[in-house]
């Protein structure tokens, strides 16, 4: 083993932590407890920008690294060993608070998620809960009273939600990977801002027990890394089945394929669907986008829209919206200072349905998926902007229910017809902005979507997330106990 490395030296405060790096970094003699104190030096760089609602106090993470020193010199599987990573603030952890973003609704937690429980028995390293569009109604990040986080790339612009401090949190180096929750794009949107990959899972892959619900019929766990390799290294510790939440299921065995087709077609919107909301930078990128694809050996087929459109304007349209009634409609109902407007608004909507609405649009639902899985025949894959466009803070505080919309517009229809969505960073726009390309596939497909999005994020290079770290290309995950 080489020379354990110095806290103070520049290669550990410049470390990537991005999984291949901090194996090597654990293997050339980086201790967990070094790593947890190089964490706090980097939160603390950005203490005053509402990227977390909770950190776990020092001396509890001491003793999470000394039990997890203690399981791998005892011969442990700890596929993430070491790995720092947060969780959304309506993600429990017994012991620790959650809010919500709403001080008034906040509550100790006495059960700990099903996918906390998994990633620590993985070896990652808990840091703490990280700040969110309140009561995960949003895809904006700027919908919380008690302070948001801005965009790392250019504070003027919104940093995407509602898992907005945990897209922060991976893009500006804190933490190596965090967990959000996925409703109409949540776990996609703020990825695509922030320029690393938000992984989507089928609904039911990714056990929700633990979570806050907005709607529990198809909310999802998703995963925000620095590389899809990284993603998908956490999907496979915390998929699978458990009893505790009513839609989990045995995950169907899945053959992906071992590296990207010579060949492959992907669907485009025709043309009429495409939207980018007057954002010519956007549309450029993504026609970039288009010709990376066809250069790794893709044919671009043009497929009707109109099913997925229609199922994703059901998701905030419709009486599904009463699903999170279930959750925060006694928050709501108060004029509590703490619950944002836009919020209010956006939970008190559901009391304008009636059971015979909720049907209509279970029926509706049923009639849109038979349609898009015709679709889906026709192609290998989906390739759609993550969001097409982004918005300046002054412009969604002027206009918060249209332009939130907007940015939902390629993502609301993914998890009420229970597909498998990727977003990969697809390049910076012209004004340093970032660009997400989302990739799409069939129910429980999601592990075929990998190659895909590895050769296009290696195609795209750059930087990982909004650090000065270069990309490194494809690489293995971590994987056991290091030496």
């Known amino acids: 083993m080489n020379k354990p490395l110095d806290l103070s030296?520049?290669?550990?405060?410049?470390?990537?932590?991005?999984?291949?790096?901090?194996?090597?970094?654990?293997?050339?003699?980086?201790?967990?407890?070094?790593?947890?104190?190089?964490?706090?030096?980097?939160?603390?760089?950005?203490?005053?920008?509402?990227?977390?609602?909770?950190?776990?106090?020092?001396?509890?993470?001491?003793?999470?690294?000394?039990k997890l020193e203690q399981a791998a010199a005892h011969g442990a599987s700890l596929p993430l060993f070491g790995l720092p990573f947060g969780v959304k603030d309506?993600?429990?952890?017994?012991?620790?608070?959650?809010?919500?973003?709403?001080?008034?609704?906040?509550?100790?937690?006495?059960?700990?998620?099903?996918?906390?429980?998994?990633?620590?028995?993985?070896?990652?390293?808990?840091?703490?809960?990280?700040?969110?569009?309140?009561?995960?109604?949003?895809?904006?990040?700027?919908?919380?009273?008690?302070?948001?986080?801005?965009?790392?790339?250019?504070?003027?612009?919104?940093?995407?939600?509602?898992?907005?401090?945990?897209?922060?949190?991976?893009?500006?180096?804190?933490?190596?990977?965090?967990?959000?929750?996925?409703?109409?794009?949540?776990?996609?949107?703020?990825?695509?801002?922030?320029?690393?990959?938000?992984?989507?899972?089928?609904?039911?892959?990714?056990?929700?027990?633990?979570?806050?619900?907005?709607?529990?019929?198809?909310?999802?766990?998703?995963v925000f890394a620095l590389t899809s390799e990284d993603a998908y290294a956490v999907l496979d510790q915390i998929e699978g089945y458990d009893a505790r939440d009513i839609y989990s299921v045995n995950v169907p065995r899945e053959e992906p394929p071992a590296r990207l087709p010579k060949h492959f077609r992907f669907g485009l919107p025709a043309e009429k669907y495409l939207n980018f909301f007057g954002d010519q930078l956007a549309e450029a990128q993504f026609e970039t986008s288009v010709r990376r694809l066809i250069d790794l050996g893709g044919e671009a087929m043009e497929i009707d829209f109109e099913p997925f459109a229609e199922a994703g304007k059901l998701v905030f349209n419709s009486a599904f919206i009463a699903e999170r009634w279930l959750t925060y409609g006694a928050a709501a109902e108060p004029a509590d200072p703490h619950v944002h407007p836009a919020v209010r608004l956006a939970i008190l909507a559901a009391k304008r349905y009636s059971a015979a609405d909720g049907f209509d649009a279970v029926y509706a639902l049923e009639s849109h998926k038979r349609k898009a899985a015709q679709e889906l025949d026709k192609v290998d894959i989906l390739a759609l902007p993550t969001a097409g466009t982004v918005y300046r803070i002054k412009d969604v505080e002027a206009d918060p229910v249209a332009l939130n919309a907007n940015l939902g517009y390629y993502t609301y229809f993914a998890n009420p017809l229970r597909l498998a969505a990727i977003s990969v960073p697809a390049g910076l726009r012209s004004d340093g902005l970032p660009f997400g390309l989302c990739l799409l596939a069939r129910s429980f497909e999601d592990k075929r979507l990998l190659p895909y999005a590895q050769a296009f994020h290696d195609a795209v290079g750059g930087k990982l997330g909004a650090t000065g770290h270069a990309f490194h290309g494809a690489a293995p995950g971590i994987s056991g106990v290091p030496a």
Not at 53 to 58: D, E, G, K
Not at 152 to 161: K, L, Q, R, S, T
Request: net charge neutral.
């Open 90 to 222: 309506n993600i429990d952890v017994a012991g620790l608070p959650t809010g919500a973003a709403c001080a008034s609704f906040t509550y100790t937690a006495t059960r700990t998620a099903h996918v906390v429980e998994r990633l620590q028995a993985a070896g990652a390293i808990l840091i703490g809960k990280q700040n969110m569009d309140q009561f995960a109604t949003g895809l904006v990040g700027i919908r919380s009273p008690q302070g948001y986080c801005r965009n790392p790339f250019n504070p003027d612009y919104v940093p995407g939600g509602s898992s907005s401090g945990s897209a922060v949190a991976v893009s500006t180096g804190q933490v190596s990977f965090s967990i959000g929750s996925d409703t109409g794009g949540s776990g996609r949107v703020p990825a695509a801002l922030n320029n690393i990959v938000g992984l989507k899972p089928t609904p039911g892959r990714v056990s929700s027990y633990g979570f806050l619900y907005c709607n529990r019929s198809f909310d999802v766990p998703p």
């Open 9 to 66: 030296a520049p290669e550990l405060q410049t470390l990537s932590f991005d999984f291949p790096t901090l194996s090597a970094a654990y293997r050339d003699g980086l201790s967990p407890l070094a790593l947890v104190e190089e964490v706090h030096r980097r939160i603390r760089e950005h203490r005053d920008r509402h990227i977390w609602t909770y950190l776990i106090p020092q001396e509890q993470l001491i003793e999470q690294t000394r």
